[in-house]
T-cell receptor
Framework: KNEVEQSPQNLTAQEGEFITINCSYS?????LHWLQQHPGGGIVSLFM???GKKKHGRLIATINIQEKHSSLHITASHPRDSAVYIC???????????FGTGTSLTVIP | DTGVSQDPRHKITKRGQNVTFRCDPI?????LYWYRQTLGQGPEFLTY????????KSRLLSDRFSAERPKGSFSTLEIQRTEQGDSAMYLC??????????FGEGSRLTVL
């Protein structure tokens, strides 16, 4: 069983739509990361959060520690948002990161 | 460029050969991680260092795999007697303790 589960696995949206990607985890954590990976590209960190909500441009990340759940929202989606979005957690008792399998997002013009 | 750099970016080798990958982390980062990623999957943890000490090693890492970070700066990942199943993207990442994670572009290995 994977410590981190993401949904959906694949998502196709029309340009301009509001997008939500979900992440659930089964361990106590000290922090959660949302990462973005473009096809053939490296991985870029979008957010690191341990409570509440963070916003950067059109991206919003929220976390509910009690429910062990986080969401990544993209407002006014654009084709350049097409990428794989990966949730990663660092357990409170450990030091390595556990990764979800990613959500592949395609935004159609 | 002050990001995480990996070398080589691509490596094609024949089965049975040894390969070595290098990672240069962001200079002040004391944590360095190696991950492996295959198509359609999220990164799988291989090992991590805090400074020069290798603190954790995945059970996925067979005795053909070895990693070093001799001076607490750059790290090398060596795979001996490569097998076709070793074909993957090998990712290096660095961070401060409990800090944001920064990834390199990865080293893609193809074993023929």
């Amino acid at each position: 069983k994977n410590e981190v589960e993401q949904s959906p696995q694949n998502l196709t949206a029309q340009e301009g739509e509001f997008i939500t990607i979900n992440c659930s985890y089964s361990v106590g954590i000290s922090a959660l990361h949302w990462l973005q990976q473009h096809p053939g590209g490296g991985i870029v960190s979008l957010f690191m959060l341990s409570s509440g909500k963070k916003k950067h441009g059109r991206l919003i990340a929220t976390i509910n520690i009690q429910e062990k759940h986080s969401s990544l929202h993209i407002t006014a989606s654009h084709p350049r948002d097409s990428a794989v979005y990966i949730c990663a957690v660092i357990p409170g008792t450990g030091n390595q990161f556990y990764f979800g399998t990613g959500t592949s997002l395609t935004v159609i013009p | 460029d002050t990001g995480v750099s990996q070398d080589p970016r691509h490596k094609i080798t024949k089965r049975g050969q040894n390969v070595t990958f290098r990672c240069d982390p962001i200079s002040e980062h004391n944590r360095l991680y190696w991950y492996r990623q295959t198509l359609g999957q999220g990164p799988e943890f291989l090992t991590y260092f805090q400074n020069e000490a290798q603190l954790e090693k995945s059970r996925l890492l067979s005795d053909r795999f070895s990693a070093e970070r001799p001076k607490g700066s750059f790290s090398t990942l060596e795979i001996q007697r490569t097998e076709q199943g070793d074909s993957a993207m090998y990712l290096c990442a660095s961070s401060l303790v409990q800090g944001e994670l920064f990834f390199g572009e990865g080293s893609r290995l193809t074993v023929l």
